[in-house]
């Protein structure tokens, strides 16, 4: 798993790693029953903490996206699809939040939005899964 | 459980004050980072931490026991690289390492050798000869060697290039991922100390300014440690 950290932002280091762990499952990238990368592992490919690993996959187990398996790794938890498929929803419905902030911003319509959209679903390539 | 408790900390060098009433702690089995900037006191608290320099007040505990009373205890179990390593130079790299394996009751010798290689540093070379890189490695090589529960790097990689950077992360990675290992960490360049940290105490003028969590103060500041930092240490100069 190549995860792209950075270091310097904000945002705290365990949450970017939960977040594209999260957007993994969500793309289908990571499936119900997949093994992740042991802490260690993923603390000595990528250079950081341990601990900061470890807190990131304690919080998607306590999301119910990982569970822990007795004596084996972290794996991809089998009610992971459904909550994969709320977290699909829930990213795209952000990033059209903010397109509608930047919409009132800007003093756009309604009408003036929905043309926008419409304008670009026919390029949406669905996929057969 | 801490690893490093530091009370009341003061150093006094005639009328300056390097250090002033620090107190902090930093937990077991984590890396923290020692963020100030150059002159903000870092290495003469470190320097007293490991009994180098003699506190004009307050007190040091590393692994539960004083700094000072327990010196020779604790040099068994706390490795160190100071900012400037000072090896006996014209000694061969492998009289060094023998020499300073001598003073260990347990000596992970096949880890050092492994380290040698790795930095690709000839044995039979003297000290004084290697480059200011290898001569970093090699005080990095020799601090793990002693197995540490506790390591302490001062400044340790400071205008050194990427590779050797590189190094002292992977050093501080491997040495975390055993059981309870603490690091403690000092730089001014909070970036590089960003990657491994999960705590930080930051100091300016000597004083304490923050310490704690690294993820915490990101998240209670919603901000870079960079910017955090400057942020602090400015609120703080305009008092």
Same mark, same amino acid.
């Given at each position: 798993?190549?995860l792209?950290?950075?270091p /310097? ?5 365990y949450?970017? %790693?939960?977040?594209q762990v999260?957007? /993994?499952? !969500?793309?289908? &990238? ?5 093994? $992740?990368?042991?802490? *260690?592992a993923?603390a000595?490919?990528?250079? %950081?903490n ?6 990131a996959?304690?919080e ?5 996206? $990982?569970?822990k398996?007795?004596?084996?790794? &972290?794996y991809?938890s089998? !009610?992971?699809? &459904?909550?994969?498929e709320?977290?699909?929803l829930?990213?795209?419905?952000e990033?059209?939040d903010?397109?509608l902030? !930047? ?5 756009? &319509?309604?009408?003036?939005? *929905?043309?926008?959209?419409d ?11 | ?7 009341n900390?003061?150093?006094r +060098?005639?009328?300056r004050?390097?250090?002033?009433? =620090?107190?902090?702690?930093v ?16 290495t ?14 307050g007190?040091?505990?590393l ?8 010196h020779?205890a604790?040099?068994q @179990? ?5 900012e ?5 130079d ?5 009289? =060094?390492? @023998?020499?300073t394996?001598?003073f260990y009751?347990?000596w ?17 070379q003297?000290?004084?000869?290697l480059?200011?890189?290898?001569n970093a ?6 601090a ?11 400044e340790p990689?400071?205008?050194l290039?990427?590779l050797?950077? @590189?190094? +002292? ?5 491997q ?9 403690l +960490? ?5 970036h590089e100390?960003e ?19 690294l993820?915490e103060l ?15 240490v ?6």
């Amino acid at each position: 798993m190549r995860l792209n950290l950075s270091p /310097a932002s904000p945002i705290p280091m365990y949450l970017q %790693i939960a977040e594209q762990v999260r957007r /993994a499952i !969500a793309a289908g &990238t990571l499936r119900a029953g997949d093994e $992740l990368p042991s802490v *260690r592992a993923l603390a000595s490919e990528h250079l %950081i903490n341990p601990n900061t690993v470890a807190r990131a996959y304690l919080e998607l187990e306590r999301e119910g996206l $990982l569970a822990k398996r007795r004596g084996s790794g &972290t794996y991809v938890s089998s !009610a992971a699809p &459904t909550l994969g498929e709320a977290h699909r929803l829930a990213v795209v419905a952000e990033l059209i939040d903010q397109a509608l902030a !930047a919409a009132e911003e800007f003093g756009l &319509t309604r009408s003036q939005v *929905r043309a926008l959209i419409d304008q670009r679903l026919p390029a949406l390539q669905e996929k057969s899964s | 459980m801490n690893a490093i408790v530091v009370e009341n900390l003061t150093k006094r +060098f005639g009328r300056r004050t390097a250090v002033e009433a =620090l107190s902090f702690q930093v937990p077991e089995g984590s890396v923290c980072g020692f963020l100030g900037r150059n002159g903000a006191g870092k290495t003469t608290a470190i320097r007293m931490l490991m009994n180098l320099a003699r506190p004009s007040a307050g007190r040091a505990t590393l692994l539960g026991l004083d700094s000072r009373a327990h010196h020779t205890a604790l040099m068994q @179990r706390v490795g160190y690289v100071s900012e400037s390593p000072v090896h006996y130079d014209g000694m061969k790299v492998r009289d =060094l390492v @023998r020499f300073t394996a001598s003073f260990y009751r347990a000596w992970n010798a096949p880890r050092v050798g492994e380290l040698l290689d790795r930095f690709a540093i000839d044995r039979d070379q003297k000290v004084r000869h290697l480059s200011r890189g290898s001569n970093a490695q090699l005080a990095l090589a020799l601090a793990l060697g002693g197995d540490p529960e506790l390591l302490i790097l001062d400044e340790p990689a400071t205008g050194l290039d990427v590779l050797v950077r @590189r190094d +002292f992360l992977e050093g501080i990675i491997q040495l975390i991922q055993r059981e309870g290992r603490t690091v403690l +960490f000092s730089s001014h360049l909070l970036h590089e100390v960003e990657r491994v940290a999960d705590q930080v105490v930051l100091i300016d003028h000597g004083r304490l300014i923050h310490s704690g969590s690294l993820e915490e103060l990101k998240l209670s500041m919603g901000r870079s440690l960079e910017e955090s930092f400057v942020e602090m240490v400015g609120e703080r100069a305009r008092l």
